[in-house]
């Protein structure tokens, strides 16, 4: 009868402690410490150590885990970027710990490990452990309040991160994208499958793309006689998109001073300054090149050396 009564008053304490629905619309309030003592509540008042000591275990050692490495005081909304699974990094950054296997790693995957098993407990053992102890729904719904925070912080952050992985497709594929021509094509599918062209699962797709163009809409300087003239470019480099924020998004003069993309690389122009003809070969010139957005720069040294300007358009789609 003692053992029932003080097993009463200590849930009632624990269930006055958890903070109310209007403190978890506030996220920042709910802590990992307020899951933990909800779990705890709700396993004691279930028995979750007699009908499931495994689950039991695995409680213990996420809230010993948590404790250990101080972070119960970690808002739940904070736990998405500590998870990894925040939308603000367009790539996940692993530590220098992690990579050198220290100890810096193991704990990274404890505390990672601590709260994915806290989530699943909350959602089936110790919900099932307090449903068959005969705990009132009410009560159950009260006990889990803080773990329900953390399930929907999680939840916002992995959508969130998903959302921001769709943009990245839309901004690098979309139809404001800079078109491709053939050859483009062929090499971007290609480089798919080396690391740093790779689509990620969480990230979405690589900043980086193949360049292979011939266009004929550039303007040559000659540093000779002080003239330009028009003439076809050749270009192979890299292009490389600005996930986040608000680049490409505008229009008018934001369109150009915040493009969705630049591109760098090596730029090649033919023996003559003349519009259609071969770009590579004997007599060819070469230089740098620098792209931002529709346009680019670039210089070619040799005989009748000068600066290049042209647009990265084509003017017939896909060819030149």
Same mark, same amino acid.
């Given at each position: 009868m003692k053992t029932r009564m003080r097993s009463s008053i200590w849930l009632v304490v624990s269930v006055l402690a958890i903070p109310s629905s209007a403190t978890l619309v506030r996220g920042q309030d709910v802590t990992l410490g307020d899951?933990?003592?909800?779990? =705890?509540?709700?396993? =004691?008042?279930g028995k979750l150590d007699s009908i499931n000591p495994a689950a039991k275990q695995i409680l213990d050692l996420a809230a010993a885990t948590l404790t250990e490495e101080r972070v119960l005081g970690l808002s739940v909304t904070n736990v998405g970027k500590a998870l990894n699974v925040n939308a603000g990094a367009s790539v996940p950054k692993i530590s220098i710990g992690v990579v050198n296997r220290n100890s810096t790693?193991?704990? @990274?995957?404890?505390?990672?490990?601590?709260?994915?098993?806290? =989530?699943?407990?909350?959602n089936v053992e110790i919900r099932e452990a307090m449903t068959s102890a005969g705990v009132p729904r009410d009560t159950i719904t009260a006990v889990l309040t803080p773990h329900r925070a953390l399930v929907a912080a999680i939840r916002t952050a992995a959508q969130a991160r998903v959302e921001r992985a769709l943009s990245n497709f839309?901004?690098?594929?979309?139809?404001?994208?800079?078109e491709l021509n053939f050859v483009e094509v062929g090499l971007n599918y290609v480089a798919q499958f080396v690391p740093l062209f790779r @689509?990620?699962?969480l990230t979405g797709p690589s900043p980086l793309e193949v360049v292979a163009s011939y266009t004929s809409l550039n303007v040559k300087s000659?540093? @000779?006689t002080k003239?330009?003239? @028009?003439l076809s470019t050749g270009r192979v480099g890299l292009r490389y998109y600005f996930f986040g924020g608000d680049w490409g998004q505008g229009s008018g003069v934001a369109h150009y001073l915040k493009p969705s993309n630049m591109s760098l690389g090596l730029l090649a122009v033919g023996p003559r300054d003349a519009s259609l003809r071969?770009?590579?070969?004997?007599?060819s010139r070469v230089g740098p090149f620098f792209g931002w957005g529709d346009y680019f720069v670039g210089y070619v040294v040799g005989p009748n050396r000068g600066a290049v300007v042209g647009t990265q358009k084509f003017i017939i789609p896909r060819v030149f």
């Open positions: 899951v933990v003592r909800a779990l =705890q509540a709700g396993a =004691q008042r790693g193991a704990r @990274t995957i404890a505390f990672r490990r601590a709260v994915i098993n806290l =989530q699943l407990l909350g839309e901004r690098k594929y979309g139809p404001d994208s800079p @689509t990620g699962e000659n540093g @000779t003239s330009t003239t @028009t071969r770009v590579w070969g004997d007599g």
